[in-house]
């Protein structure tokens, strides 16, 4: 470098400081705001990224792998951590061992309950000893539940057996006696009891689910002691910490989850017979890499937008110092300085300034970062962490500070042009250059044309690679490009504009009007460059502005397709009664509805073949409300698009009761029950029985009459309704209205199977005789006595018309023939040697029509249409249904585009005529207010869980992963504003100085001070009216045309419901007044220069 | 007779022009630099007179202070009977736009507007109605042979055309005084030439009073008298038509008039 290069730079630099200063600032604004974007997306990598994966639950986290041993539990064990370890690499994660035997049987105990051994890694946590001590080598602790039932007590040997009786198995001594803290929760998930230590409805091994005993559970014991028992499931539970993990990390661990199960079941080998691996790990991971993707993309789109800018502001600004150096320039040509030497000179004075920019402005990001992460948003989202100066930071800056070095360059390498060009082009610009733009101008709208359409296609700027959302950086650039493209177009519109108001301004008397308007038309390129600053700026902040209320619109949208109602309860304990007395409090004001919601299985195929439970068909959701339920569905967006169809398409009225009415204040039923069959050869059938009754309001429930030898005795039945009232809080009085039989044959492998073919069909009978409501009269004030029930016979109408349903049978009569109810059917003895026989009679006629709501999605896959018949699936019942409407979405968890919905009632009806038992809710859907909601919430028992609307609402919005996003916007609102005013003021102040001297010329031709002021004053506002009119039609276009493709969802596909954008015209109104604000400020700043304009001493001095 | 006239009748009399012991000292940081000291002289009515003297002499800030451009240190201006000096800014503006009128070495014109729109921009300050000012406008590029140039901008006019349009809107608005600071000195010789007659004609058709600034010969040969300028001092000159008024002149410094 040539000394005399650096000493004449550095001259220049002492007497234009303030030149140099004014192009430092801009680009160090610019560099400092891109910066402080990249900082903010880096830092949810680190930050969001980790806090969201540090908070999530451990059920989302957790590897649990279940092996079926068929080698010692140790030798599973190493296996599975061999593989598990391998898959979690260099991630810290926890273990713990659950052991659990197959069922055994107590055989000293009455009615030979069941039982299971159990050793569990920190149980100590979980349990409250409450007698003796843990278990030992050799010895059990035992639940409360089996010690008070079976009166088992410390110190005692408890002798276990095969669930048959027949094996003994070793026996340990009871160590202590527990209870269960917190039943029902997830530390207790992989307990065969899920914690509730005794299960009065155990099914027996190899009964088909038909036989039920009491269950206890789990007799705890020590890791060693367990395996002197048959071992049925090992499981082990492997939980990451992502407390210092990196994203990098997280994508390795996506990738190896691929291989997880495939690579544990070949370490396990031949040691387990069944291995299972249970995880939503990489879902967990997937979502966040997707959200950060999001994010990224939002940056990333607010990015280079603000990039636009500031590379428009950078130029603007150069371009203004070249002008202001134009003469200079011209001068050291004159004096003989090559293009070289100046090219030299003017690289010195950029790197210089680049360099500087590049230094300072993560420093000064940094510090910006630290004032945007101390917003509560970001500090609950845990970003208020100290990021440091991360590579990209400077990386960022650097090619801030190269752009820079460009923009103040390039200038220098076009040819010079000799005086008369010059001057020529100062008259009128030349038709070429024109042409050149023009080329330029068309090359970048195709560009941003075909960006649009790409971005159109993809209806996204995530992509999904492999199932893991990922930003395509071109696709993302499409915003910026239709910005650059549009600004463009809109500043060509420039002298179009300004030609019209030329036309009006020049008819006119005056000067000052139509010299502004000369000015601004004529000197296009002056004009272009701060009109276009002044447009990139405004549309970016409207449409920031727009994407802001867009983005929050839609997590408030998609909030409410989440959550039906206000508030959504799951988990609530107990039946029907506990869970409505819990859910609807009135005083609270709180109105509960009952909600089933399961999955199903939907099929155009309405007929089945044999055994057939479920039809084949596709996965759905069903959801079933009751009618004040179904309600809340036409609420809002949901209901604006189509859900508001769904309660008017399944009003359902309920059948008139028809059956047995029971008397009003009937605390129960008794009967005489004889079933019978015409088989020899299967000896041991059993009949499960269940008697179907309907309240006053036409709810539908069942109650369990027990298990009954198929020997042709009769056999006394008695029913309760005490633990129906519990349950289902029935309206009285109540009405018989059918009764469920399930006929099984237990005799499995040892039927003789010969015999059994050739008897051919069977006859299976049940009479039901001697009804009588039972009354309760007194209950002796005696410890466990029996309550004295007085019992009045019923008459059945015999005219009462019966109807049946039935699987795997042929119902031939349902005439009472003598007794009171009657039921015969033909089946054959193999059917039900494999398979249990099943009938329903029911006074009320099989509807089979249930009304079912299909989402659109589904109906297209169905090729199905309102008023078509399907058949449904429902917990292992299978139905006929028809489709009452099609509608768009059904609000509710996750992407719902395949579901359907019913009426509860109808729903229940259709359940019990079809041998189901009476569901019991899984949610509730409550209306209650916002500021209702602490208090409500607090007052449900604590298992159940709540999720409201509006705190799903914060939660989108205040993610840690999806926080970033607004921090953006806002930041690219304010960076806008800010750089179109120092970009506005930059260009105000240096044309008033470039132009001095025709000011100053107009001044001596009699224009006054005032005027010329109103002069400077009125192009301000003819640039800004441009620039506020092209930025605000550009910004909201831009809002409506990519924001709904850049406003994804969280997993980056686009949202449910889909977008509506949203422009906040006050606050957009508000960027206006902002602009104006702007001109103000330039106006103030020319104002002193104008006045300080010296005529006689500028047209002297010539400047 | 309508008032003005009255006012001209009552002033024909008096100088169009009457600088009174002016000076104009400028102030560069700790320095001061005596542009013009003590000069005196008086500019009959229809005359055009030329101001000569070395470059920094004083010639342009005498006009500039006549023009009411600049305000003198110490003296007095009298302009068409007011005094230029005791005016304040708002009125020696409106001198400007209404009774002198300039015409600058780098022509000022506005590069953006049109020969014709420069033009009529003294007349769009007067407010004059539009179809006067266009008719005074053709009037004007006729003057000064430019009709065909009329949309043409600065830029795309010879240096000569360029000071033509100058003269042509320095004479829009009739003024009583033309002050042209160095017309030519942007010119060839030639073209000089032919612009000094242009300016001396349209002096003598408008009748109205020229002080010219100049280094060239032919204009002073031209010219009703020649005040010459040295060192911001006003010099005696061998001129016939120079009068000084003799009381205060001490050697070469003179105090004159033109007659």
């Known amino acids: ?1103 | 007779m309508s008032a003005e006239e009255r006012r001209d009748a009552e002033r024909a009399g008096e100088p169009m022009v009457s600088v009174e012991r002016v000076s104009r000292v400028f102030g560069y940081g700790s320095q001061q630099v005596t542009a013009l000291e003590d000069v005196s002289f008086d500019v009959p009515r229809g005359r055009l007179v030329a101001l000569v003297g070395r470059s920094g002499s004083g010639k342009t800030s005498l006009l500039n202070c006549i023009g009411g451009l600049d305000r003198p240190t110490a003296g007095r201006i009298t302009v068409d009977g007011v005094e230029v000096t005791a005016l304040s800014e708002r009125r020696r503006t409106g001198l400007r736009r209404d009774t002198v009128a300039f015409v600058f070495q780098t022509f000022g014109l506005v590069p953006m507007l049109s020969a014709a729109e420069n033009v009529g921009l003294p007349m769009r300050l007067k407010a004059t109605r539009t179809r006067d000012r266009e008719q005074r406008v053709a009037e004007l590029l006729d003057l000064v042979g430019l009709t065909q140039h009329r949309d043409q901008r600065p830029g795309e006019l010879s240096g000569g055309q360029q000071q033509r349009v100058a003269i042509a809107r320095a004479l829009a608005n009739e003024p009583r005084l033309l002050i042209a600071d160095e017309p030519t000195g942007q010119l060839d010789a030639d073209t000089g030439q032919a612009v000094m007659a242009l300016l001396r004609d349209v002096i003598a058709a408008q009748g109205m009073t020229a002080l010219v600034s100049t280094h060239d010969q032919g204009l002073m040969d031209i010219a009703d008298a020649t005040v010459r300028l040295a060192d911001g001092r006003l010099v005696a000159e061998d001129d016939a038509s120079f009068v000084g008024t003799g009381s205060r002149a001490t050697g070469s410094e003179h105090q004159g008039r033109v007659v």
């Open chain 1, 1 to 1103: 470098m040539r000394p005399w290069r650096t000493r004449l730079a550095l001259r220049r630099s002492r007497v234009q400081w303030a030149l140099l200063a004014v192009v430092l600032l801009v680009a160090t604004l610019a560099a400092t705001l891109l910066a402080t974007l990249a900082l903010l997306a880096d830092a949810t990598e680190t930050f969001a990224a980790r806090s969201a994966l540090t908070d999530a639950p451990v059920e989302d986290l957790r590897v649990v792998v279940r092996v079926t041993p068929d080698a010692p539990s140790d030798e599973v064990a190493a296996a599975v951590d061999g593989a598990v370890d391998a898959f979690f690499g260099d991630v810290p994660h926890s273990r713990a061992e659950h052991r659990e035997t197959d069922l055994l049987s107590i055989p000293e105990a009455e009615g030979r309950p069941l039982a299971y051994v159990s050793s569990m890694d920190g149980v100590e946590e979980i349990v409250a000893i409450v007698e003796g001590g843990m278990p030992e080598d050799g010895q059990v602790a035992v639940p409360q539940e089996l010690a008070s039932d079976l009166g088992v007590r410390v110190g005692d040997e408890l002798a276990l057996a095969d669930v048959f009786g027949v094996d003994d198995e070793p026996a340990s001594r009871v160590s202590g006696v527990y209870s269960v803290l917190e039943p029902g929760t997830d530390p207790w998930r992989l307990d065969r009891f899920q914690g509730a230590a005794h299960n009065p409805a155990t099914p027996l091994p190899f009964s088909g689910g038909r036989i039920l005993l009491d269950g206890y559970g789990p007799l705890l014991t020590t890791a060693a002691s367990v395996e002197r028992y048959p071992v049925g499931t090992v499981n082990l539970e492997y939980v990451p910490d992502f407390s210092d993990v990196s994203i990098g990390q997280a994508h390795e661990l996506i990738e190896r989850a691929v291989e997880l199960e495939r690579a544990t079941i070949a370490a396990v080998g031949r040691s387990g017979g069944d291995v299972r691996v249970t995880t939503r790990l990489d879902a967990t991971l997937g979502g966040v890499v997707g959200s950060l993707a999001v994010t990224r993309s939002s940056v990333l789109v607010t990015g280079l937008l603000l990039l636009v800018l500031s590379v428009a502001a950078l130029a603007q600004t150069t371009r203004l110092m070249s002008e202001r150096r134009h003469a200079e320039q011209a001068l050291m040509v004159a004096r003989g300085a090559s293009g070289r030497q100046l090219l030299g000179l003017g690289l010195i004075e950029a790197t210089v300034l680049g360099a500087i920019v590049a230094a300072v402005s993560p420093v000064l990001a940094w510090l910006a970062y630290g004032a945007l992460s101390s917003r509560d948003a970001m500090a609950r989202a845990g970003m208020d962490q100290d990021p440091g100066i991360p590579g990209i930071t400077w990386a960022v800056t650097g090619i801030v500070g190269a752009i820079l070095v460009i923009v103040m360059v390039a200038p220098l390498l076009r040819r010079s042009a000799s005086f008369i060009e010059a001057e020529s082009a100062s008259a009128r610009p030349r038709r070429a250059a024109a042409f050149q733009r023009g080329g330029i101008d068309l090359a970048l709208l195709v560009l941003a044309g075909l960006a649009y359409w790409q971005l159109r296609s993809y209806e996204s700027p995530v992509i999904a690679d492999g199932g893991v959302a990922r930003l395509d950086p071109l696709l993302a650039a499409g915003p910026a490009l239709a910005l650059l493209a549009g600004a463009l177009v809109a500043v060509r519109l420039i002298p179009a504009a300004s030609k019209a108001l030329e036309g009006v301004a020049s008819r006119g008397r005056r000067a000052v009007m139509p010299l502004a308007a000369w000015e601004v038309g004529r000197r296009s390129a002056r004009a272009v460059s701060a009109v276009m600053l002044l447009t990139l700026a405004v549309s970016i902040g409207a449409f920031s502005l727009a994407y802001l209320a867009t983005w929050r619109q839609s997590q408030q949208d998609q909030a409410q397709y989440l959550h039906p109602a206000d508030a959504v309860v799951t988990s609530l304990p107990g039946g029907s009664a506990a869970q409505a007395a819990a859910a609807d409090r009135p005083d609270l004001g709180a109105a509960a509805s009952p909600v089933l919601d399961r999955d199903a299985v939907i099929s155009t195929q309405l007929e089945q073949g044999p055994g057939d439970e479920e039809p084949e068909g596709r996965d759905v959701a069903i959801v079933a409300s009751t009618d004040a339920g179904l309600a809340v569905l036409s609420e809002g967006r949901a209901g604006a698009e189509g859900a508001s169809r769904i309660p008017l398409a399944l009003d359902w009225t309920p059948p008139e009761p028809a059956g047995i009415e029971l008397p009003q204040d009937a605390d129960g039923f008794a009967m005489t029950v004889r079933p019978s069959t015409s088989t020899t050869v299967l000896t041991d059938i059993l009949v499960s029985l269940r008697a179907v009754l309907v309240d006053a309001d036409g709810r539908s429930s069942t109650i369990d009459l027990g298990a009954l030898p198929v020997d042709g005795e009769d056999q006394a039945l008695e029913a309760t309704l005490a633990p129906l009232d519990e349950l289902d809080d029935l309206a009285r009085p109540l009405t018989i209205t059918g009764f469920q039989s399930v006929w099984i044959s237990t005799a499995g492998d040892t039927a003789d199977a010969s015999a059994l073919s050739s008897e051919g069909a069977l006859t299976l009978r049940l009479s039901i005789d001697d009804l009588a409501a039972l009354e309760l009269v007194s209950v002796p004030p005696v410890v466990d006595a029996q309550p004295v029930l007085e019992a009045t016979p019923i008459d059945v109408d015999p005219a009462l018309t019966w109807y049946a349903s039935e699987n795997e049978v042929d119902v031939r009569s349902l005439q009472a023939d003598g007794d009171q109810v009657r039921i015969e059917m033909i089946t054959s003895a193999t059917a039900l040697r494999f398979r249990p026989a099943s009938a329903v009679q029911t006074a009320t006629p099989v509807a089979n029509d249930l009304p079912l709501v299909l989402t659109s999605s589904l109906a297209r896959r169905l090729t199905v249409d309102p008023g078509d018949q399907v058949r449904i699936g429902v917990d292992g019942t299978s139905l006929l249904a028809t489709v009452a409407d099609v509608v768009p979405l059904l609000p509710g968890d996750a992407p719902r585009q395949e579901a359907a919905v019913a009426n509860l009632d109808a729903l229940e009806l259709a359940l019990v005529q079809a041998g189901a038992a009476a569901a019991t809710p899984d949610a509730w859907w409550v209306d209650v207010a916002d500021d209702s909601i602490p208090a409500y919430e607090a007052s449900l028992p604590p298992q159940a869980e709540l999720s409201s609307r509006s705190g799903t609402a914060i939660a989108l919005q205040e993610d840690p992963l999806r926080v970033a996003t607004q921090a953006a916007l806002w930041l690219v609102a304010g960076a806008a504003v800010v750089l179109a005013a120092v970009g506005f003021a930059v260009h105000t102040v240096v044309t008033v100085r470039s132009r001095h001297v025709e000011l100053a010329q107009l001044r001596a031709v009699g224009l006054g001070r005032g005027e010329l002021l109103r002069v400077v004053t009125l192009e301000s506002v003819l640039l800004t009216v441009l620039g506020v009119c092209f930025g605000l039609g550009l910004g909201i276009a831009l809002a409506y045309l990519v924001g709904p493709l850049v406003a994804v969802g969280a997993d980056g596909r686009p949202p449910l419901p889909a977008v509506t954008v949203e422009v906040p015209w006050a606050t957009v109104a508000l960027l206006a007044v902002e602009a104006v604000a702007v001109v103000v400020v330039a106006v103030l700043l020319v104002a002193g220069m104008v006045r300080r304009i010296d005529p006689a001493q500028t047209l002297r001095t010539g400047d």
